[in-house]
Nanobody, 127 residues
Framework: QVQLVESGGGLVQAGGSLRLSCAASGRAFSNVAMAWFRQTPGKEREFVATIMWSGDITYYSDSVKGRFTISRDNAENTLFLHMNSLRPEDTAVYYC????????????????????WGQGTQVTVSS
């Protein structure tokens, strides 16, 4: 069993930055691919970014590409999301997820490929 715990959310002004963290416990080999999703009230959960175990393969949604960077520290079992140039439309609850297998291409954006989820951390961007 894998447990994921997000942290680092908060209130920030537009144009500011935040770094989210996701601490993973349990079987490290279960976290082959790790991802961030986000959700606002009344909307579907939205894909943000995915990173493979090696760290050299990443995928981003078009809405965050160039502003957000996903990274991981396997020695510390921690996933990060560095968010720059934040916009009010980035306001959401951000969730960490992990998959026990390699995730390729467009399937990275599908919630169904991820086996474990965190409880979420709120990010609010004021205008």
């Amino acid at each position: 069993q894998v447990q994921l715990v997000e942290s680092g959310g908060g209130l920030v002004q537009a144009g500011g930055s935040l770094r989210l963290s996701c601490a993973a416990s349990g079987r490290a080999f279960s976290n082959v691919a790790m991802a961030w999703f986000r959700q606002t009230p009344g909307k579907e959960r939205e894909f943000v970014a995915t990173i493979m175990w090696s760290g050299d393969i990443t995928y981003y949604s078009d809405s965050v590409k160039g502003r957000f960077t996903i990274s991981r520290d396997n020695a510390e079992n921690t996933l990060f999301l560095h968010m720059n140039s934040l916009r009010p439309e980035d306001t959401a609850v951000y969730y960490c997820a992990s998959s026990r297998r390699i995730v390729r291409g467009m399937e990275a954006a599908s919630q169904s490929v991820y086996d474990y989820w965190g409880q979420g951390t709120q990010v609010t961007v004021s205008s």
